[in-house]
């Protein structure tokens, strides 16, 4: 991992977790506390999905975050924002600068019809895994939030999921702007580049602020 991930880091660290390849978390973030996520070894994309944690049924909206932002790539200085408008998190640093809005995430039922395989681990599974102590279910994945996933738009419209720009080291940190749930699934995919088609670890680290 790049020094720089860990050495520039400002204020008490209250976790610091390494997540395995293909594996979810979740925590509650108190207002002002920072997530980062740093990419340990490149290419790796992490799906992301936020709650305003004292009422889940606010929660991360795509749509009105990429019209906030007015693009589809986001980066330092955007927010994260719910359906009712509020920021939820900022991106406070971002050392890739290419990460997904429009993706979403992989499931066993998607890679069943776009690759022909049955029962594949997913984000979508790692999400309900991640969300089950919270009393969160199905209906509470939305759209979600790929970080280090590279979803380029052609002029005419067409799409396509291709290699991450990220590179080992490479981190985004975020701000909580009040009481967050955040939830991550490290993703399993191994059926198209968004992972290098090989998934690594990642790590946490949530500091209280300065």
Same mark, same amino acid.
């Given at each position: 991992?790049?020094?720089?991930?860990?050495?520039?880091?400002?204020?008490?660290?209250?976790?610091?977790?390494?997540?395995?390849?293909?594996?979810?978390?979740?925590?509650?973030?108190?207002?002002?506390?920072?997530?980062?996520?740093?990419?340990?070894?490149?290419?790796?994309?992490?799906?992301?999905?936020?709650?305003?944690?004292?009422?889940?049924?606010?929660?991360?909206?795509?749509?009105?975050?990429?019209?906030?932002?007015?693009?589809?790539?986001?980066?330092?200085?955007?927010?994260?924002?719910?359906?009712?408008?509020?920021?939820?998190?900022?991106?406070?640093?971002?050392?890739?600068?290419?990460?997904?809005?429009?993706?979403?995430?992989?499931?066993?039922?998607?890679?069943?019809?776009?690759?022909?395989?049955?029962?594949?681990?997913?984000?979508?599974?790692?999400?309900?895994?991640?969300?089950?102590?919270?009393?969160?279910?199905?209906?509470?994945?939305?759209?979600?939030?790929?970080?280090?996933?590279?979803?380029?738009?052609?002029?005419?419209?067409?799409?396509?999921?291709?290699?991450?720009?990220?590179?080992?080291?490479?981190?985004? !940190?975020?701000?909580?702007?009040?009481?967050?749930?955040?939830?991550?699934?490290?993703?399993?995919?191994?059926?198209?580049?968004?992972?290098?088609?090989?998934?690594?670890?990642?790590?946490?680290?949530?500091? !209280?602020?300065?």
């Amino acid at each position: 991992m790049g020094s720089g991930a860990v050495g520039n880091l400002v204020g008490r660290v209250v976790e610091d977790r390494v997540v395995p390849a293909g594996e979810p978390w979740a925590r509650v973030l108190k207002p002002g506390q920072t997530l980062r996520i740093v990419d340990l070894e490149g290419q790796q994309a992490v799906d992301f999905l936020c709650y305003n944690a004292a009422n889940p049924e606010e929660r991360y909206n795509a749509a009105d975050t990429m019209k906030y932002a007015k693009t589809i790539f986001l980066t330092r200085g955007h927010g994260i924002y719910s359906d009712l408008g509020r920021r939820l998190l900022t991106i406070v640093e971002d050392t890739c600068g290419r990460h997904d809005t429009i993706g979403g995430c992989c499931s066993a039922e998607s890679n069943e019809l776009r690759y022909g395989v049955k029962d594949t681990p997913s984000c979508r599974a790692n999400f309900l895994r991640a969300l089950a102590p919270f009393g969160l279910g199905k209906t509470d994945i939305v759209a979600n939030l790929n970080f280090f996933m590279n979803v380029p738009v052609a002029g005419d419209g067409s799409m396509g999921i291709v290699d991450g720009l990220s590179t080992p080291g490479d981190y985004v !940190d975020l701000r909580a702007e009040m009481e967050v749930l955040a939830v991550i699934s490290n993703c399993p995919q191994t059926r198209n580049p968004c992972n290098g088609f090989h998934p690594t670890p990642i790590r946490l680290i949530v500091t !209280d602020p300065s």
